[in-house]
């Protein structure tokens, strides 16, 4: 697959921060995802993008996709304790099958 | 059940011996991916089926690895001759179709593969 880099590669955070995380690609993708990894299970989808420039928010989580459709971020605001994990992005294009995915960012959050 | 399922979730097994994994994807869903995740890294594509096209085999790192699908149903992931380097967790997951259609995956939650 393509190359994604992700930073960072992790972080601590204070509860109640906000935190973004970012993923640039070697070349272009169509859509860009974010899924987030518990200690133990598989990823779990969190927000999906399909348009370059498509601002998407799920609850606390904003996500972007960048209008050069090589990058996208990740926004995650007042952070809480169950925010610990691991986050990862992950691209492809149109009708494609295979994702191509950033080697993660690890988020811990100080109580 | 409703989600994917994988089997075992933890193996452990001797340099040299075969081991065969199990992924039971959700009903319906015509797509099913393996990947593996190396300890502190991304995921890896292995392989991929879908419907009763050909599989995507690209991903699969040497031929001592290999994955069966019956229709749209179960599927075995088999790793002959296992290697140390072969330690990692292997996931499942499966779609109702392409990524860029708003058919996300949906992952199992992995067996952990240990080679000693």
């Known amino acids: 697959g393509q190359q994604l880099n992700q930073s960072p590669q992790s972080m601590f955070i204070q509860e109640g921060e906000d935190v973004s995380m970012n993923c640039t690609s070697s070349s272009i993708f169509n859509t860009w995802l974010w899924y987030k990894q518990d200690p133990g299970e598989g990823p779990v989808l969190l927000i999906a993008?399909?348009?370059?420039?498509e601002l998407t928010s799920n609850g606390r989580l904003t996500a972007q996709f960048g209008i050069t459709r090589k990058d996208s971020f990740l926004n995650i605001s007042a952070s809480i304790p169950s925010d610990v994990g691991i986050y990862f992005c992950a691209g492809c294009y149109t009708n494609d099958y295979k994702l191509s995915f950033g080697a993660g960012t690890t988020v811990t959050v100080r109580a | 059940g409703a989600g994917v399922s994988q089997s075992p979730s933890n193996k452990v097994t001797e340099k040299g011996k075969d081991v065969e994994l199990r992924c039971d994807p959700i009903?319906?869903?015509?797509?099913l991916y393996w990947y593996r995740q190396r300890l502190g890294q991304g995921l890896e594509f292995l392989i991929y089926?879908?419907?009763?096209?050909?599989?995507?085999k690209s991903g699969l790192p040497s031929d001592r690895f290999s994955a069966e699908r019956t229709g749209e149903s179960v599927s075995t992931l088999t790793i002959q001759r296992t290697q140390q380097e072969d330690s990692a967790v292997y996931l499942c997951?499966?779609?109702?179709?392409?990524?860029?259609?708003?058919?996300?995956?949906?992952f199992g939650n992995g067996t952990r593969l240990t080679v000693t």
């Open positions: 993008l399909y348009k370059a420039g």
């Open positions: 009903s319906g869903h015509t797509a």
């Open positions: 089926f879908q419907g009763n096209s050909a599989p995507d």
């Open positions: 997951a499966s779609s109702l179709g392409p990524q860029g259609t708003g058919s996300p995956l949906h």
